[in-house]
């Protein structure tokens, strides 16, 4: 009786870790809870939340069981962890190579921390290869049937709740599109031009801008650059790694991956009422080399953009979009025409954000003051500083930890400005003249921390003034009293 119960119990741990493939070109899966404790775990432990390291462990090794999957040519992989500063992950898997019959190395998506210095690598060995975020089978219509997955967490408070693994074969068809998606669909208008951002890296920032609509969707109160210091790519030099970009969203507790999509999945997503960021390249002119979109706002080689839904017009769906290509945020709202968008989705790739499934938070905000300093024109942060803002803080924005962005916002006014000048540690100028009492600051570190001053009300710093000025009223009139008293009494 007990070997029977045994034996249902391994079969329904089966049924719930092996993934269910239906005849697409694509296959995405999620390696989490029952998977992970599945799998061999080297100084780590599991619960419901994810895995942690064992007590008195520094670093910790998952290696998943090897995972038999439907043909593919290429694999992009993203996850959902909590990496506290002082922490790293590195995400890897290896292919099975079916002409080969034999696996290939393990392919590293680099290492993933609080940190501009965080890389992925380009590597590989004569069966398959990794660039940045994707890897893919060396040899003409080469496919792999098999995948493992390992992850290496180093580092006091870090959890991986997830690993995801979208798998992509070009030779399987798409599927049709179901005719149920023939409604309206459409989110609030929520839009950002990369152009009008932070001026040094504005004009590569799309795919930041892309997942900061998509959060701020979600209910997030992020500014673009936040994202942006946090997915940085040292390697690629830049911010476009999918996995990076996607994998940011699991550090504010959501359910976030990256996945290769066709049209009808894509329609279900918006559908369920998910924004979703798409991975495309399209020209504004036609006959140039790129898929022509009218209406776009130039030509580009590659860019992420925001979809937010879709309707049907004159016998057309048109899918809404946020495009920071655009020249301003209003600009950045726009409608393509599906077949357009469809031709220009070349990659397949998406960025998913779903719900938020834990309060836990690695990014954060917190709230100060600055006050007028001793120099006219300057002001100077109050209270308790958890980074240091100095002169250089800009300069290190991606060289080295502790760097960042500064930019403020004046109220009533929607535009975003950059034009500050740090004269000393934690110590400020206004370029221009701007009336400080309006003004938000925001500090934003490469650590995944973003300071938000406000200037301190006059109320509160007489309110600290107030206690020594009574103590010297006092004395003064103790000091008249006593001289009257002693006049008197000389008279």
Same mark, same amino acid.
């Given at each position: 009786?007990?070997?029977?119960?045994?034996?249902?119990?391994?079969?329904?741990?089966?049924?719930?870790?092996?993934?269910?493939?239906?005849?697409?070109?694509?296959?995405?899966?999620?390696?989490?809870?029952?998977?992970?404790?599945?799998?061999?775990?080297?100084?780590?432990?599991?619960?419901?939340?994810?895995?942690?390291?064992?007590?008195?462990?520094?670093?910790?090794?998952?290696?998943?069981?090897?995972?038999?999957?439907?043909?593919?040519?290429?694999?992009?992989?993203?996850?959902?962890?909590?990496?506290?500063?002082?922490?790293?992950?590195?995400?890897?898997?290896?292919?099975?190579?079916?002409?080969?019959?034999?696996?290939?190395?393990?392919?590293?998506?680099?290492?993933?921390?609080?940190?501009?210095?965080?890389?992925?690598?380009?590597?590989?060995?004569?069966?398959?290869?990794?660039?940045?975020?994707?890897?893919?089978?060396?040899?003409?219509?080469?496919?792999?049937?098999?995948?493992?997955?390992?992850?290496?967490?180093?580092?006091?408070?870090?959890?991986?709740?997830?690993?995801?693994?979208?798998?992509?074969?070009?030779?399987?068809?798409?599927?049709?599109?179901?005719?149920?998606?023939?409604?309206?669909?459409?989110?609030?208008?929520?839009?950002?031009?990369?152009?009008?951002?932070?001026?040094?890296?504005?004009?590569?920032?799309?795919?930041?801008?892309?997942?900061?609509?998509?959060?701020?969707?979600?209910?997030?109160?992020?500014?673009?650059?936040?994202?942006?210091?946090?997915?940085?790519?040292?390697?690629?030099?830049?911010?476009?790694?999918?996995?990076?970009?996607?994998?940011?969203?699991?550090?504010?507790?959501?359910?976030?991956?990256?996945?290769?999509?066709?049209?009808?999945?894509?329609?279900?997503?918006?559908?369920?009422?998910?924004?979703? *960021?798409?991975?495309?390249?399209?020209?504004?002119?036609?006959?140039?080399?790129?898929?022509?979109?009218?209406?776009?706002?130039?030509?580009?080689? *590659?860019?992420?953009?925001?979809?937010?839904?879709?309707?049907?017009?004159?016998?057309?769906?048109?899918?809404?979009?946020?495009?920071?290509?655009?020249?301003?945020?209003?600009?950045?709202?726009?409608?393509?025409?599906?077949?357009?968008?469809?031709?220009?989705?070349?990659?397949?790739?998406?960025?998913?954000?779903?719900?938020?499934?834990?309060q836990e938070n690695s990014i954060e905000r917190k709230e100060i003051l600055f006050a007028p300093s001793k120099t006219e024109g300057e002001y100077i942060l109050q209270g308790d500083i958890p980074f240091s803002v100095g002169k250089d803080f800009r300069g290190n924005a991606f060289k080295q930890a502790g760097g960042g962005i500064i930019a403020y916002m004046i109220e009533g006014d929607s535009?975003?400005?950059?034009?500050?000048?740090?004269?000393?540690?934690?110590?400020?100028?206004?370029?221009?003249?701007?009336?400080?009492?309006?003004?938000?600051?925001?500090?934003?570190?490469?650590? *995944?921390?973003?300071?938000?001053?406000?200037?301190?009300?006059?109320?509160?710093?007489?309110?600290?003034?107030?206690?020594?000025?009574?103590?010297?009223?006092?004395?003064?009139?103790?000091?008249?009293?006593?001289?009257?008293?002693?006049?008197?009494?000389?008279?």
């Open positions: 009786m007990k070997k029977r119960i045994w034996l249902s119990t391994l079969l329904l741990l089966a049924l719930l870790v092996t993934p269910v493939f239906s005849e697409s070109p694509f296959a995405t899966v999620f390696l989490e809870r029952e998977a992970f404790s599945e799998g061999k775990l080297e100084n780590l432990e599991w619960t419901q939340d994810g895995l942690i390291l064992s007590p008195g462990t520094e670093k910790g090794v998952f290696v998943s069981r090897e995972l038999d999957v439907p043909p593919f040519e290429s694999v992009v992989l993203s996850w959902n962890a909590m990496t506290p500063i002082g922490t790293a992950l590195e995400v890897e898997a290896r292919l099975f190579h079916e002409d080969a019959q034999k696996w290939s190395d393990w392919l590293s998506w680099g290492v993933w921390r609080k940190s501009p210095v965080k890389r992925s690598v380009s590597t590989g060995d004569e069966l398959a290869e990794i660039s940045y975020d994707t890897a893919q089978l060396r040899g003409v219509d080469a496919r792999a049937t098999k995948i493992q997955v390992r992850a290496t967490l180093q580092g006091e408070g870090i959890r991986l709740r997830r690993i995801t693994y979208t798998l992509y074969d070009s030779s399987v068809p798409e599927r049709e599109v179901c005719a149920e998606h023939t409604g309206f669909s459409q989110l609030p208008e929520v839009a950002y031009s990369q152009q009008i951002r932070e001026p040094g890296i504005a004009s590569v920032m799309c795919s930041a801008v892309t997942m900061c609509t998509q959060l701020v969707l979600s209910g997030e109160d992020l500014l673009p650059e936040e994202v942006a210091l946090s997915q940085y790519d040292a390697y690629l030099d830049g911010f476009g790694n999918w996995s990076y970009t996607a994998s940011f969203a699991g550090e504010l507790g959501y359910k976030s991956y990256v996945t290769y999509a066709d049209e009808e999945e894509l329609l279900r997503l918006l559908d369920e009422g998910r924004a979703v *960021g798409m991975s495309v390249k399209y020209s504004n002119t036609e006959g140039e080399a790129y898929p022509y979109i009218e209406g776009a706002p130039l030509s580009t080689a *590659g860019h992420l953009l925001t979809v937010r839904g879709y309707e049907w017009r004159d016998g057309e769906r048109y899918y809404f979009v946020s495009d920071s290509a655009a020249g301003s945020d209003e600009g950045a709202l726009l409608s393509y025409k599906g077949g357009q968008l469809m031709d220009a989705w070349i990659s397949r790739i998406l960025y998913v954000v779903e719900d938020k499934e834990t535009n975003t400005y950059y034009d500050i000048q740090m004269t000393g540690k934690n110590q400020f100028r206004f370029m221009n003249d701007v009336s400080a009492e309006d003004v938000t600051v925001y500090f934003m570190s490469n650590e *995944g921390m973003t300071l938000v001053a406000k200037m301190e009300e006059e109320s509160s710093v007489w309110s600290l003034k107030e206690p020594i000025l009574t103590i010297v009223a006092f004395v003064a009139v103790a000091l008249i009293t006593v001289v009257i008293k002693r006049i008197t009494i000389i008279r």
